[in-house]
């Protein structure tokens, strides 16, 4: 199991212990309804480097991201299902419309995004390229979204 960090300035503590000569990745996103395009978007994320820190939306910024009906499940429920999943080390959260500050305070190695996401879109690419890391737009998993897995159940139960 991952550990969990709601407060960064224990991530970043924990990360200065490790981080001597090993990557760390970040990456981030709601995970509300986590499904199969989630997890291979996080287990590629983990084949980015040493250790992988995932950052989730709090509630109030998937609320404001997604609409008035999410998140479905809350930022505790999330951040624990999702220091379950293999090659998650560290899961965190930020409140804001980006991770912006996140990316700024911890300055990860590698970030890593999806496919629907060019490079020079990514929050965050100025300062980890300017730190000599690097960013990734992973491939883009058609077929796979929270919204339509919500939609689908809306049609078959309402």
Same mark, same amino acid.
């Given at each position: 199991? +991952?550990? &969990? /960090?709601? #407060?960064?300035?224990?991530?970043?503590?924990?990360?200065?212990?490790?981080?001597?000569?090993?990557?760390?990745?970040?990456?981030?996103?709601? /995970?509300?309804?986590?499904?199969?395009?989630?997890?291979?978007?996080?287990?590629?994320? +983990?084949? +980015?480097?040493?250790?992988?820190?995932? +950052?989730?939306?709090?509630? #109030?910024? %998937?609320?404001?991201?997604?609409?008035?009906?999410?998140?479905?499940?809350?930022?505790?429920?999330?951040?624990?299902? &999702?220091?379950?999943?293999?090659?998650?080390?560290?899961?965190?959260? /930020?409140?804001?419309?980006?991770?912006?500050?996140? &990316?700024?305070?911890?300055?990860?190695? %590698?970030?890593?995004?999806?496919?629907?996401?060019? $490079?020079?879109?990514? %929050?965050?690419?100025?300062?980890?390229?300017?730190?000599?890391?690097?960013?990734?737009?992973?491939? /883009?998993?058609?077929?796979?979204?929270?919204?339509?897995? &919500?939609?689908?159940? %809306?049609? $078959?139960?309402?």
């Amino acid at each position: 199991m +991952a550990k &969990i /960090f709601k #407060d960064w300035h224990e991530l970043k503590k924990e990360l200065s212990d490790i981080r001597k000569g090993r990557e760390v990745v970040l990456t981030n996103g709601c /995970f509300d309804i986590v499904h199969l395009g989630h997890l291979r978007y996080l287990q590629h994320s +983990a084949e +980015a480097g040493d250790y992988l820190v995932v +950052a989730l939306n709090s509630d #109030d910024s %998937v609320k404001k991201l997604k609409g008035d009906t999410r998140p479905i499940n809350k930022l505790d429920e999330r951040m624990e299902f &999702i220091s379950y999943i293999r090659g998650v080390d560290f899961v965190t959260c /930020f409140s804001g419309d980006t991770p912006y500050d996140l &990316i700024k305070f911890i300055r990860p190695d %590698v970030l890593v995004k999806g496919g629907d996401w060019p $490079i020079e879109s990514i %929050v965050g690419v100025d300062i980890v390229t300017a730190g000599g890391g690097r960013v990734e737009s992973l491939k /883009f998993e058609e077929g796979y979204s929270t919204t339509s897995i &919500i939609e689908k159940i %809306v049609k $078959i139960y309402c």
